[in-house]
């Protein structure tokens, strides 16, 4: 199905596009559009990422009013993602540390520049760093993180994954869509007053085109891992330790 997006030529979603450039990955980018963007997702990923559903489903259930549990957010950008976490554990009585970690020195003064939030911190480090320092969370998560892998980094994050989980790993990306992509485009293009100079239009539209179908993920997804598909247009690679 070839559909038109507004403003854009029409494109062909059949295929994943993997080489579609995000202008945020460009070390060289402008730092201020950068950060416009930074402050967008807190406006725009609590609407389309699904969070409150994952959260209540794959997270919450291992929550314990009894003790502190831990959690590791990889590639946590700007940081709202954990700090909305962290905040939905706390009012629903639990206690957690969350740590986010990102290995860009960009996100990670972005991170640390905001209010601090009660159980969370953020470190500028890879997964493989923590697995060589033998670190260990009862939870790991990401979001928006699996389409912006090559196939080695895929794979060295979900084996990474499963030597820092104690009991799960819940990483949470965009489903591609011929629908999904025609609703963002219309409708980052009408809020586009409310975040100019901003990325988020069109890194929002290359995610979607990098992004897998169901069948897509779980034919690279190693054993033990599963798709778990989820409103609105989300897939969640979902592994559970034995």
Do not use: K
Request: some cysteine; aromatic content about 8%.
């Amino acid at each position: 199905m070839r559909l038109p997006a507004w403003g854009l030529p029409a494109l062909d979603l059949r295929e994943r596009r993997p080489a579609a450039v995000e202008q945020m990955d460009d070390p060289d980018c402008d730092l201020d559009a950068l950060h416009r963007t930074y402050r967008g997702f807190g406006v725009v990923n609590p609407v389309v990422a699904g969070w409150q559903l994952t959260y209540r489903r794959w997270i919450r259930p291992l929550l314990d009013p009894a003790r502190t549990v831990t959690v590791l957010d990889i590639g946590s950008g700007g940081g709202d993602r954990p700090r909305a976490l962290a905040r939905q554990a706390r009012r629903d009585g639990f206690r957690v540390n969350i740590t986010a970690i990102d290995p860009d020195a960009r996100a990670h003064a972005w991170a640390t520049a905001r209010p601090a939030v009660p159980g969370l911190a953020f470190r500028r480090a890879a997964s493989g760093d923590l697995v060589a320092a033998g670190e260990r969370y009862d939870v790991v998560v990401s979001n928006h993180l699996l389409h912006h892998l090559d196939p080695a980094e895929l794979d060295g994050l979900l084996a990474d994954s499963e030597r820092l989980a104690v009991r799960r790993a819940v990483h949470s990306d965009i489903r591609r869509s011929p629908t999904a992509y025609a609703l963002f485009s219309a409708g980052a293009g009408l809020a586009t007053p409310l975040f100019p100079g901003s990325f988020i239009r069109p890194d929002g539209l290359a995610s979607i085109r990098r992004s897998y179908t169901p069948a897509e993920l779980a034919a690279v997804l190693p054993p033990g891992w599963r798709v778990q598909t989820q409103l609105p247009w989300r897939n969640l690679a979902v592994w559970d330790a034995r």
